[in-house]
């Protein structure tokens, strides 16, 4: 904890999972095939309430890709979800109705990461200003191709979004550059571009220390400890190849730099696998 933060509870909980090839994570180490689980995390602020980074697969994520081109992103990623498993149906389990969610922290538009958001209809959404003009505008193959599925945005999002202006947005090698979200230090938000479209990550103050929500900017823990980055096949649906290598790499350098900080990517399988 830093003297002078608010802290926050971190719950992180799985909805479903998709199968890749492992030897696309990790030409190294990959084990022929490999779940993608969908993570999201649950944060409880004092002052500020409920709040999700991410919200995992739903079942409508079947739906946004019954027809072409949408299709190609199914038969890709074979996504397996329970009904029980939806960002919905365990926040129920909880006690927690759905309006009591009042903040949603998008990391990036990826199906994986959106599909949950139409069941809650009441949180404002926050992501970066580039995320949110990329997944507002593009349509059909254009769209598909960068891992964003338009049926899973809701309607009125428009009305309820907040799209920080990427250059607001916390640099990895810039100490204190953080944008801090509800300006008690709580949760720091940084860019992590390269994967998805504008990402960001999300530096939380909890009471077992901080921990860093990175998203996609890393699929597993170990390869990226040990330096080994994704097959360079990736690049087709990735952001820009370029600056997620940059991003991993200056993630490295801010772990070593801050040793006492937990990283958390989402599709990491030790978050679910023990
Ligand atoms: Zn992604």
Request: overall charge negative; hydrophobic content about 40%.
């Amino acid at each position: 904890m830093v003297p002078g933060y608010s802290s926050v509870k971190l719950h992180i909980f799985h909805s479903g999972y998709c199968v890749s090839h492992g030897r696309v994570v990790d030409p190294v180490q990959g084990q022929k095939r490999c779940r993608f689980y969908a993570t999201w995390a649950l944060i409880e602020h004092p002052e500020q309430g409920l709040i999700l980074f991410d919200t995992g697969y739903a079942p409508r994520f079947r739906e946004a890709t019954a027809r072409w081109p949408y299709k190609l992103y199914a038969l890709m990623t074979p996504v397996f979800l329970e009904a029980h498993e939806t960002a919905l149906e365990r926040l129920k389990a909880l006690g927690y109705a759905p309006d009591q969610i009042k903040t949603i922290i998008l990391s990036h538009f990826h199906g994986d990461h959106i599909a949950g958001l139409q069941d809650f209809p009441n949180a404002e959404v926050i992501c970066s200003a580039s995320a949110w003009a990329q997944a507002s505008s593009v349509k059909g193959w254009a769209a598909v191709s960068k891992g964003i599925l338009p049926d899973l945005i809701p309607a009125d999002l428009e009305q309820r979004i907040y799209g920080i202006p990427d250059s607001d947005l916390g640099q990895l090698k810039k100490a204190d550059s953080a944008y801090d979200l509800f300006g008690d230090g709580s949760i720091q938000l940084y860019a992590l571009p390269g994967h998805g479209r504008g990402q960001l990550g999300a530096v939380l103050q909890t009471p077992e220390g901080p921990v860093f929500l990175a998203a996609d900017a890393a699929w597993q823990l170990e390869p990226w400890r040990a330096g080994i980055l994704p097959r360079s096949i990736v690049r087709l649906f990735f952001d820009d190849w370029g600056a997620y290598k940059r991003t991993f790499g200056e993630l490295r350098d801010f772990a070593r730099l801050h040793p006492d900080c937990r990283i958390v990517f989402t599709h990491s399988p030790e978050l679910v696998e023990r």
